[in-house]
């Protein structure tokens, strides 16, 4: 049975700091973790969790990935960008046009993600999370893909997107030229393969897919899963849910 999208992750230096701000910028509920981790949860329980993890990585450059939240009409944009401020967020400049009407902001922790305007119709089938953003290429797109059994909604001029057959958060890649790996990502992929699953089978696919599989930071065995890379170098870890 294919892995699923079970988290978005962030590696944090100060996890409950960012939980609390992003529940409430999204209006999330806070949730206990499998094993006593930080995470939130959207309120119908349905899609990804986002979790957040200790790192004392220092943040060097920007972010691989972001989010991308939508907006039904301009004072809604408003209402989210000032809540964002006022849970501590702030304004950045990573090189938008003073012509574009999205917002780019970062949380308390500097990781980017934009608030984008109303009227955006790619995002138009979406949810509160318009996009998960990244830097990558086509073959990364088509690899997660077919990872995930998501369809391919957008495949033109290198630029991929897909997004689950029940609809949702899409994810994006924006095609050369990519942003540098300087890191460990903040931002990576939680895959859950349902409890009784062939977990080696499951790994074994991925691999053939274009996934790396290393032991580097894998850590105490099931709790943590098996990291691996995708084709862009991303890291991403296989965990079996509980």
């Known amino acids: 049975m294919t892995s699923q999208l079970s988290a978005i992750c962030f590696n944090a230096t100060r996890p409950s700091d960012l939980a609390r701000f992003w529940s409430g910028v999204l209006g999330w509920e806070p949730a206990d973790g499998p094993d006593g981790d930080i995470a939130i949860l959207p309120p119908d329980n349905s899609g990804f969790r986002i979790r957040f993890l200790p790192s004392q990585e220092p943040k060097n450059g920007q972010n691989r990935a972001h989010f991308d939240l939508t907006s039904a009409s301009p004072e809604e944009q408003r209402q989210t960008v000032a809540r964002a401020l006022e849970l501590g ?4 400049d990573v090189g938008q046009l003073p012509e574009e009407e999205h917002v780019v902001l970062a949380d308390p922790d500097g990781n980017e993600f934009c608030v984008i305007e109303a009227g955006n119709k790619f995002l138009a089938d979406t949810g509160f999370i318009g996009a998960l953003a990244c830097d990558g ?4 797109g088509y690899f997660w893909s077919e990872a995930l059994r998501w369809p391919l909604v957008w495949d033109q001029d290198q630029e ?11 994810i994006t890649w924006g095609g050369p030229p990519v942003l540098p790996k300087t890191g460990p990502n ?12 062939d977990g080696e089978a499951e790994i074994g696919r991925l691999v053939s897919l274009g996934a790396t599989r290393t032991d580097s930071g894998a850590g105490d065995g099931d709790r943590d899963g098996v990291l691996m890379l995708d084709p862009d170098g991303n890291e991403f870890r296989v965990r079996s849910t509980r």
């Not at 290429?137 to 990364?140: F, G, H, I, L």
């Not at 991929?160 to 899409?170: F, N």
């Not at 903040?186 to 699953?197: M, S």
Request: overall charge neutral; charged content about 20%; aromatic content about 6%.
């Open 186 to 197: 903040r931002l990576f992929f939680e895959l859950g393969i349902p409890a009784g699953a």
């Open 137 to 140: 290429t086509q073959e990364v």
């Open 89 to 92: 967020g702030r304004h950045i």
């Open 160 to 170: 991929t997107a897909i997004q689950s057959p029940d609809g949702g958060t899409k």
